[in-house]
C-alpha cells in the first residue's frame, strides 16, 4: 500500500494507451535529440541517450526524451482517463487494510505539454506496487483488468468465514494490442535495458524504472 512516484515503468501504460488511440505505430522512427530535450521550461535527459529510436525501442532502451514526444499527441481526457481504467488514482481493492489510492494529474494540468510528458514516464503522481500489478496484468490476460487477492476467505474468531468478493474482469484495452506490449516488454528483457531479468528457459518481459519519493519539495 506504500505510495511512490512509479518512473519509468508507466511507460508501457503510456505506450499502450497511444497503441488503442492509433497515434503510434511500434516502427515508427523518433528523433530522440541525442538524449536531451528541451520542452518549455524544462530539459528532458536520458540516461541511455540516442539520435533515433523505433517508437517500440523507447520504451525497450527507457527514453524519457521519445516517450515525452510521444506523448504530446495524446489527447488529456484520454490520457486521463486511459490511466483510471488502468487502475491508477483508486484503490485495487486488494483484501489488505489501509490501502491508498494514490493519484494522477487531473485534465487540466494534462493539457500542459511539461505534465503530459513527465506523466507519460511516471513522474507527478502516486501508485503502489498492487496497482502496478494490476497494470501490468493487463497485458497478460488479453486486455483483461483483473482484480487482485490474497485469500479465498476471512475467518473470525467464532469460526465463521466471510467469503471475499471476485469481481469479473474488466477489459480495458484491445488483445491485440495487449499481445503487442507482451512482446515489447520481452524486448526489454532480451535487448533493453531489463537484461538483468533475462532466466534461460522462461519467457520473461518487464520494465525497468527509477522510484523517486518527494520529500520537502525535493527528490529523495
Known sequence: RYMFEPGSVLKPITFALLLEDKKVHPHDIINTENGRYQLENKVITDEHPYDYLSAENIIVHSSNVGMAKLAQSL????????????????????????????????????????????????????????????????????????????????????????????????????????????????????????KGAYTEGLRVGGKTGTAHISIRGKYE
Open 75 to 194: 489527447d488529456e481526457i484520454d490520457f486521463y482517463q486511459g490511466l483510471m481504467e488502468f487502475g491508477f488514482s483508486r484503490k485495487s481493492g486488494i483484501d489488505i487494510s489501509d490501502e491508498l489510492g494514490g493519484s494522477i494529474p487531473n485534465i487540466h494540468q494534462l493539457r500542459h505539454s511539461t505534465y503530459k510528458a513527465t506523466a507519460s514516464y511516471g513522474y507527478g503522481m502516486k501508485a503502489n506496487f498492487f496497482q502496478l500489478l494490476c497494470a501490468y496484468n493487463v497485458f497478460n490476460n488479453d486486455g483483461m483488468w483483473i482484480k487482485p487477492s490474497i485469500g479465498k476467505y476471512f475467518q473470525k474468531a467464532t469460526g465463521k468465514r466471510q467469503k471475499i468478493e471476485v469481481k469479473k474482469p474488466k477489459k480495458v484495452l484491445d488483445s491485440d494490442i495487449a499481445y503487442v506490449m507482451n512482446h515489447i516488454l520481452r524486448k526489454v528483457v532480451k535487448d533493453g535495458t531489463g
